[in-house]
């Protein structure tokens, strides 16, 4: 089993709905976890944290976690085009180091 | 303004070919790490770096070597490429301790013929 699963997608959705992307981990010890937006050609950036069970939000960003489900999605609301990238799940393991999903593919159409 | 650079964005290499990837930051981070990137794949971490002169293997680091003799700057060797090496390669580098906020360089598509 993967460290961290995420669905491949392709994910689409209209504009100005709401994206709903979700990944697993199977570290029950994991503290930390991170979405990083990869746009094509580019490389990820961070664009959201959690590590408290619960929500957070950042704008038309929602970040959950669920650790006793071992489950942390994000949502995206009012999707805008400019939102159409890859979506990294990443999970701190140790201090020094962190595992990445393999990316769900979201495509926001006009 | 943050900045992590890499020496190339595409390279293209012969089998058997050494080759050298080189990384540099300009944030005093201790921590500095290298990806490569496949598609289904997600980022698989290869060898990162706590300190000069210090490494430790990531998950797929057969086939690779590393060298860190500066704190700014970590390079990636292949020794003897190969076609399965073929890959998007990231490279990136956070405070110690603070894994938390990776910051990515630009990254080097190789490609090994």
């Known amino acids: 089993q993967k460290e961290v699963e995420q669905n491949s997608g392709p994910l689409s959705v209209p504009e100005g709905a709401i994206a709903s992307l979700n990944c697993t981990y199977s570290?029950?010890?994991?503290?930390?976890f991170f979405w990083y937006r990869q746009y094509s050609g580019k490389s990820p950036e961070l664009i959201m944290s959690?590590?408290?069970?619960g929500d957070k939000e950042d704008g038309r960003f929602t970040a959950q976690l669920n650790k006793a489900s071992q489950y942390v999605s994000l949502l995206i609301r009012d999707s805008q085009p400019s939102d159409s990238a890859t979506y990294l799940c990443?999970?701190?393991?140790?201090?020094?180091?962190?595992?990445f999903g393999a990316g769900t593919r979201l495509t926001v159409k006009p | 303004d943050v900045k992590v650079t890499q020496s190339s964005r595409y390279l293209v290499k012969r089998t058997g070919e050494k080759v050298f990837l080189e990384c540099v930051q300009d944030?005093?981070?201790?921590?500095m790490f290298w990806y490569r990137q496949d598609p289904g794949l997600g980022l698989r971490l290869i060898y990162f770096?706590?300190?000069?002169?210090?490494?430790e293997k990531g998950d797929i680091p057969e086939g690779y070597s590393v060298s860190r003799e500066k704190k700014e700057r970590f390079s990636l060797i292949l020794e003897s490429a190969s076609t399965n090496q073929t890959s998007m390669y990231l490279c990136?580098?956070?405070?110690?301790?603070?894994?938390?906020?990776?910051?990515f360089g630009p990254g080097t598509r190789l490609t090994v013929l």
């Open positions: 990136a580098s956070t405070y110690f301790g603070l894994v938390d906020t990776q910051y």
């Open positions: 570290d029950r010890v994991s503290q930390s």
């Open positions: 959690i590590y408290s069970n």
């Open positions: 990443a999970v701190k393991v140790n201090n020094n180091d962190m595992r």
């Open positions: 944030m005093d981070h201790e921590n």
């Open positions: 770096s706590y300190d000069v002169k210090m490494k």
